[in-house]
């Protein structure tokens, strides 16, 4: 089981879960720091992280009774992965953007091309999405 964590996919799971816990620690900072300290916001918080593994493992979930489905009907879908693996992506964008903003309220400077790259990076994940919808 460790070894899955050390392979090229297992690697981005493990990013999530360390993403996970710098966003909870600097989060934790932020509201000592601002003396807003509140037992509610920290379950509210571990109820999100919770409910961001719950999203990926239905993503993959998904994902997998697509190919399976792909399978019965002759067809490949192999490409369904993408959506467990998007999910995955655009949720340690979210994260890591969680954990500069708190930062930057800790009043730590952080480097302007990495809070500008993500908002990129998110919109443009926005704009694929949107796209999609306005297709349908």
């Given at each position: 089981m460790?070894?899955?964590?050390?392979?090229?996919?297992?690697?981005?799971?493990?990013l999530l879960?360390?993403?996970n816990i710098v966003d909870w620690l600097t989060g934790w900072a932020k509201a000592r720091i601002s003396k807003?300290?509140?037992?509610t916001a920290g379950i509210m918080g571990i109820i999100r992280k919770t409910g961001m593994w719950i999203l990926v493992f239905v993503s993959f979930l998904l994902a997998y009774a697509f190919i399976e489905?792909?399978?019965?009907?002759?067809?490949?879908?192999?490409m369904a992965q993408f959506i467990g693996w998007f999910t995955v992506l655009t949720l340690i964008v979210n994260e890591v953007r969680s954990?500069?903003?708190?930062l930057l309220?800790?009043?730590?400077?952080?480097?302007?091309?990495?809070?500008?790259?993500?908002e990129i990076f998110?919109?443009?994940?926005?704009?694929?999405?949107?796209d999609e919808e306005e297709e349908k």
């Open positions: 460790i070894e899955l964590l050390f392979t090229q996919h297992g690697l981005l799971f493990l879960i360390i993403s807003s300290e509140n037992s489905l792909g399978t019965i009907l002759n067809i490949d879908m192999g954990i500069l903003e708190n309220e800790c009043k730590i400077s952080v480097p302007k091309i990495l809070v500008r790259g993500l998110d919109d443009k994940i926005d704009d694929l999405i949107s």
